[in-house]
């Protein structure tokens, strides 16, 4: 909303320097920020908030400051009208109150149309309104003051002198006074007169009953309309006009009539008409002044402070709530303009905000606290867990979109399995959300493919199941290197017994070079190297490693560290090569190794020659010192299970 | 054996412990002559061989020897150590190191964190829902119904899932769509904190994402005050960001709250010098709050006559831009090594 500071100084005295008057106007609820110089005019940009109609207008904003400045504000003086004693140009209104709450019009005959008063266009220039005509701008111009839109017919062009306000079927033709053609949607409310559609209601007039030049007689009338069905129609036809603005959020339907007679003052005076009817108003009910209550000791206790009873009287007065007193007990009459006030917390905004927010004291709450947990507990150990062991691992953590295009998906691979789309995307770059965090750490690796090392990780939810995954990316690293990051994960989480299945369905991952981490009964996660379709999709280079964890799984399957006592007793170390045959699984190796008997404490691989693998071995009892027979008997052991199984000799 | 014998091998000794440099020379001499099989260890394994009228002066001249060797390898190892300190030598200390591959966290999972333990300090538990949500938690319940204006400035995402009356699901627009969720299902008092990521229909741009985080908060007790919220914005933010901060507050409209306040924070990024991100206003919009509407209680099924409360709603993506001086929110997001290796 723009506000032109010499426009609000004819209703209402500002002492205040315009910086401060914009900073006290932001504290009571009309956000202004930018001064703007229009027309050579100083120009406040206010941003008002939906449940205030009347700020949508300059007399609303000049109320307000009254308020701020303790002053009377000076509504513009409406003078009474003579109307003729027989209606001259008669019109018959039809109306739906589940569509027009009010219908106040009057026919104004032997206008002469012609440019406005220089005051007049000058005013509207300084809103960034182009003057259009005598009747136009007046109508115009009221709008802005008094905050509810108007409309003038040419009454001529009124087929039957009779308007019916009605819903759209759908599809009807409808041009527009700044001639733009619409197909209206269904249930868009609109007048009709005998034969035809004469005006978007609350949105735009018609073309054909638009004020031409050589328009004599004028249909002037105001509506107060559905607001829900201005809203629809408006964001459907994507016309958003500064009279939908206002009757979205409802303005003053007690104040038809006062507005109705400032623009027939002017009409008469810069327009030279007759009026050539009475007012005609119709309404639902009677709009009056709603009485309000608030009690001294709500204010008391939802403020948190007690301002004296006189300023807060004085406080409702400025605001023009008539409040009167009677013992704790306060009652307002709340005039039409303010339907936002409903209760008593909306009266209690009113006394803090001209208080002033910035005037009060500050606590902090001293009730008891919850010892219940809550529902929709946030646990986030194991999350913290990973990103602390990742980042020792040298990864990089990133925060990717959720919302992710449908091509680089399937870049991927992925196949469409119940993914969640947005309907009505910005952009088909961001139209769906992601079933994995992997397809954004591919498209990383691509932003950074200058870099030789990339490390990085994400923990995050994908959709539609929000379920939290881990998932990795690494290039420039070996696969043992990269293997064991994934094995570091799981020992931290003091997760073992897993296997490593080469069976992974999604395409993302290179058929031989992946797998699933299993444990009995839980899927993990899957590991490995990304398919080089995929790599080839999106133009990258070089090995890429990845993993995609289940965090939920991971989480249940975490089990807590127990210590475990160091052995007194001294170990036994030494180093066995086998010859293994080719399309030898290590991992399996080592494990029947280790399997073999509780004496031995750990088996490593520490190099490897052609197909001869050495293994470190390490014996130690927790009981006493192993002697050279006992060891002997296990290395035997050894060397036998591994002959048997994986056909391999000792080198 | 002879005395002139044993005082040779003692000069020997003597002239090799001088001229050692090391310790570990050292330690090799005092191998040689007083080890297992060392060269005066032997002469004194061989004293029983002696007749007795010699025993005793052979005896008492080895043993002064070994003495006198002891000594002498203790005296030149002190200088040794002595002389390791003392050494004039170059020694460049300004030479880079060799870092350790070190990763790091995501700034805003990072302040996060911080928000979270400041209000854990408060006595709040923290919770977390669904960012795939239904029209009547994000704004039905929230006293914003179908047509209001409101929904102006929420831009929402509505996805090809329904809820269970066939109406689409939506991507949520804001964190309060958690509070009717918790309230239906506990009793006051409680204080809550609900961080999560938000979706809005926007363009992409410096100041505008179409995801961005919140940090929800509210608190359900008797007797909560207006000045609680504001004790409680005020706490928050300068542990955040210190005591030098200046705050204002302002006047809002939110329909879940009554009376609604605004929060702005002087621009840490321009030190209100005016830039882009506060728009050249030197200030912040931060922290959106506001007493809770008796219309969300009731739907929460608390009695709003026996109970109030207050929410607020932090802007966490801000604070992290304006705790690190980033001038363009997309940076948060972009995975970018060179970007998110400042966090270290």
Redesign the interface.
């Known amino acids: 909303m723009l506000a032109p500071i010499n426009w609000l100084k004819q209703y209402v005295e500002i002492s205040l320097p315009t910086e401060e008057l914009m900073w006290r106007l932001t504290e009571i609820g009309l956000t202004c920020e930018k001064l703007q110089k229009i027309n050579g005019e100083d120009v406040l940009d206010i941003e008002t908030t939906p449940n205030r109609p009347d700020w949508m207008s300059v007399l609303g904003i000049a109320r307000e400051i009254a308020a701020i400045e303790n002053k009377k504000i000076k509504p513009p003086k409406t003078e009474e009208i003579n109307y003729p004693k027989k209606d001259i140009l008669p019109i018959k209104l039809n109306v739906d109150f589940n569509l027009f709450e009010r219908w106040t019009a009057i026919t104004i005959a032997n206008i002469k149309i012609g440019p406005s008063p220089k005051w007049i266009q000058d005013t509207l220039k300084s809103v960034n309104l182009r003057p259009i005509n005598n009747v136009v701008d007046i109508t115009n111009f009221v709008m802005y003051e008094l905050g509810l839109p108007m409309h003038a017919f040419d009454y001529d062009e009124i087929k039957g002198k009779e308007m019916t306000v009605l819903l759209s079927k759908g599809g009807e033709e409808f041009t527009s006074v700044d001639e733009i053609s619409y197909k209206l949607p269904k249930n868009a409310m609109v007048i009709k007169d005998k034969e035809r559609i004469i005006d978007l209601a609350g949105i735009k007039g018609g073309f054909n009953s638009g004020i031409k030049n050589s328009t004599k007689n004028i249909l002037l009338h105001i509506t107060i309309n559905n607001p829900s069905i201005i809203r629809r129609t408006s964001i459907s036809l994507g016309l958003r006009s500064d009279a939908s603005a206002i009757y979205e959020r409802g303005p003053d339907k007690g104040g038809t009539i006062e507005a109705l007679k400032r623009a027939v003052n002017l009409i008469i005076k810069y327009a030279q008409g007759k009026p050539a009817s009475k007012i005609i108003d119709i309404k639902k009910t009677d709009f009056r002044p709603q009485k309000k209550e608030v009690n001294l000791d709500y204010l008391k206790q939802v403020l948190g402070i007690e301002i004296p009873k006189k300023r807060i009287l004085s406080i409702l007065e400025s605001l023009d709530l008539s409040p009167s007193i009677k013992g704790s007990k306060i009652t307002c009459k709340i005039p039409t303009r303010r339907s936002d006030i409903k209760d008593k917390e909306d009266l209690a905004e009113e006394v803090a905000r001209i208080y002033g927010y910035n005037k009060f004291p500050k606590t902090l709450p001293r009730g008891e606290l919850k010892k219940e947990k809550i529902p929709y507990l946030k646990d986030h150990s194991v999350q913290n867990t990973l990103r602390n062991i990742l980042v020792a691992c040298g990864f990089f953590e990133s925060m990717n979109y959720s919302l992710i295009s449908e091509e680089n998906l399937k870049k991927c691979l992925l196949e469409n399995k119940n993914w969640a789309r947005i309907e009505n995307p910005v952009s088909k770059d961001f139209e769906f959300l992601r079933p994995s965090i992997i397809p954004s750490l591919i498209l990383a690796t691509k932003l950074n493919q200058t870099k030789k090392k990339i490390k990085l990780f994400e923990i995050d939810k994908v959709f539609p199941s929000e379920k939290y995954k881990l998932s990795g990316i690494c290039k420039g690293i070996t696969f043992r290197k990269f293997k064991g990051i994934i094995e570091t994960i799981l020992e931290t989480l003091e997760i073992k017994d897993y296997k490593i299945i080469k069976e992974v369905k999604e395409k993302v991952w290179h058929t031989r070079r992946s797998a699933r981490i299993v444990t009995n009964k839980t899927e993990l996660g899957v590991f490995g190297e990304i398919n080089p379709k995929v790599k080839e999709n999106f133009g990258i280079e070089g090995e890429i490693w990845a993993f995609e964890l289940d965090i939920e799984n991971l989480k249940s399957l975490k089990s807590s560290k127990l210590f475990k006592d160091i052995s007194t007793y001294p170990p036994h170390i030494e180093d066995i090569t086998f010859i293994l045959p080719e399309k030898t699984e290590i991992g399996k190796v080592i494990n029947s190794i280790e399997k073999t008997s509780g004496l031995i404490e750990k088996t490593k691989l520490i190099s490897k020659f052609k197909n001869a693998w050495t293994f470190r071995i390490v014996y130690q009892s927790q009981s006493k010192t192993l002697d050279d027979k006992e060891i002997e008997k296990l290395r035997n052991k050894i060397i036998k299970n591994i002959e048997r199984i994986y056909l391999g000799r000792v080198k | 054996m002879e005395t002139e014998e044993i005082l040779n091998l003692k000069n020997e000794a003597f002239a090799q412990i001088t001229t050692a440099q090391t310790k570990e020379e050292l330690e090799n001499i005092r191998v040689a002559y007083l080890g297992k099989n060392g060269k005066i260890t032997n002469l004194i394994k061989k004293i029983k061989n002696i007749t007795p009228e010699k025993r005793n002066k052979y005896g008492r001249t080895i043993n002064s020897t070994k003495q006198n060797i002891e000594n002498l390898l203790f005296e030149r190892k002190q200088q040794i150590i002595e002389e390791l300190e003392k050494k004039e030598e170059w020694f460049d200390l300004t030479i880079p190191g060799i870092k350790p ?6 700034p ?2 990072e302040t996060l ?1 911080e928000v979270e333990n400041i209000f854990r300090y ?2 709040y ?8 949500e239904t029209d009547y938690y994000n704004f039905e319940a929230l006293n914003i119904p ?5 929904r ?2 929420q831009m929402t ?5 329904k809820d269970e009356k066939g109406n ?1 699901k939506i ?1 949520r627009t804001q964190t309060s769509a ?1 509070q009717v ?2 309230m239906e ?2 009793r006051p ?4 904190l ?2 999560g ?1 938000n ?1 809005r ?4 741009d410096a100041s505008h994402g ?2 961005f985080w919140q940090v929800e908060g509210f ?1 359900v ?8 919220l ?3 914005i ?2 928050v933010l300068r542990e955040l960001f210190g005591e030098n901060i200046k705050l ?6 939110f ?1 879940f709250v ?5 929060t702005y924070m002087s621009c840490t990024i321009c030190n209100q010098k005016g830039c882009p991100f506060c ?1 050249n ?1 030197g200030w912040s919009e931060i922290m959106p709050a506001g ?1 809770i ?2 219309n969300v209680l009731r739907r929460g099924k608390i009695d709003p006559e026996k109970w ?1 409360g207050f929410a607020f709603a932090i802007g966490l993506s801000r604070i992290v831009n304006l705790k690190y001086r980033i001038s363009d929110l997309r940076t ?6 060179r970007i ?2 400042q966090f270290k």
């Open positions: 591959q070190i990763g790091s966290k995501h805003l999972l964190k408060l006595g538990q923290v919770a977390e829902g669904p960012e795939i179908q047509d209001h204006p409101a102006d400035m995402f509505y996805l090809n899932l689409p991507l958690m969720r918790v299902q506990i008092p409680f204080r809550v609900v961080p990521r979706f229909y926007e363009q992409v179409f995801e608190v007790d008797k007797d909560i005050s207006l000045t609680d504001f004790g409680t005020d706490f204002r507050f302002a006047t809002t409209n329909p009554e009376p609604g306040v605004d728009k206003t007493i509407h008796p109030g948060l997001n972009t995975p970018d090594i998110l290796s």
